[in-house]
T-cell receptor, first 113, second 114 residues
Framework: EPEVTQTPSHQVTQMGQEVILRCVPISNHLYFYWYRQILGQKVEFLVSFYNNEISEKSEIFDDQFSVERPDGSNFTLKIRSTKLEDSAMYFC???????????FGQGTRLTVV | AQSVTQPDIHITVSEGASLELRCNYSYGATPYLFWYVQSPGQGLQLLLK??????LVQGIKGFEAEFKRSQSSFNLRKPSVHWSDAAEYFC????????????FGKGTKLSVKP
């Protein structure tokens, strides 16, 4: 069964460093999402991406964040200068056109030290 | 504003007992409703979803949920819990009829006693 895959599963980075979280969405999906879950808190929407541009973003998704689909298969989230409060589980998800249903990856746990 | 409330942070049930996890939502239009499960170290797996039609929906692993518009609720049920059901359960609401983001509740952690 097709699934969303994320790499790495765990990343540790120093405050101020740039990180790139990678995702391979399900191949025939056209919508891509990033969510994050700070430890002990709810899963929060960050951004959705369609047709090579951001279709919606939350107020969390400020200028330090960016997304990119560099080729036909990968979808990345870049955090330019990490802060301690960026430590969280980051989930990638993808969906079909016309469907609100999202299929989630296993997440990347980002720890900023 | 759209929101999802899961009033129970942690529930413990005995194996074989029935389960009901509560979810209330606040959404002005027709909601799309979801239940996801997250096992330790795993991602979010979709259990079931409600878009329209029959208000009682069946999902995977023997779970079901009932949409009650009058109560703005979408409670998750299972008649007999198995030890492998121990996990965290998230209710989510999406914008009906459009491609949009999901709003999640804070989750309910389920523990199962032998």
């Amino acid at each position: 069964e097709p699934e969303v895959t994320q790499t790495p599963s765990h990343q540790v980075t120093q405050m101020g460093q740039e990180v790139i979280l990678r995702c391979v969405p399900i191949s025939n999906h056209l919508y891509f999402y990033w969510y994050r879950q700070i430890l002990g808190q709810k899963v929060e929407f960050l951004v959705s991406f369609y047709n090579n541009e951001i279709s919606e973003k939350s107020e969390i998704f400020d200028d330090q964040f960016s997304v990119e689909r560099p080729d036909g298969s990968n979808f990345t989230l870049k955090i330019r200068s990490t802060k301690l409060e960026d430590s969280a589980m980051y989930f990638c998800a993808s969906g079909r056109l016309g469907s609100t249903e999202a299929f989630f990856g296993q997440g990347t746990r980002l720890t900023v030290v | 504003a759209q929101s999802v409330t899961q009033p129970d942070i942690h529930i413990t049930v005995s194996e074989g007992a029935s389960l009901e996890l509560r979810c209330n939502y606040s959404y002005g239009a027709t909601p799309y409703l979801f239940w996801y499960v997250q096992s330790p170290g795993q991602g979010l797996q979709l259990l079931l979803k409600y878009f329209s039609g029959d208000t009682l929906v069946q999902g995977i692993k023997g779970f079901e949920a009932e949409f009650k518009r009058s109560q703005s609720s979408f409670n998750l049920r299972k008649p007999s819990v198995h030890w492998s059901d121990a996990a965290e359960y998230f209710c989510a609401v999406g914008a009906g009829g459009s491609q949009g983001n999901l709003i999640f509740g804070k989750g309910t952690k389920l523990s199962v006693k032998p």
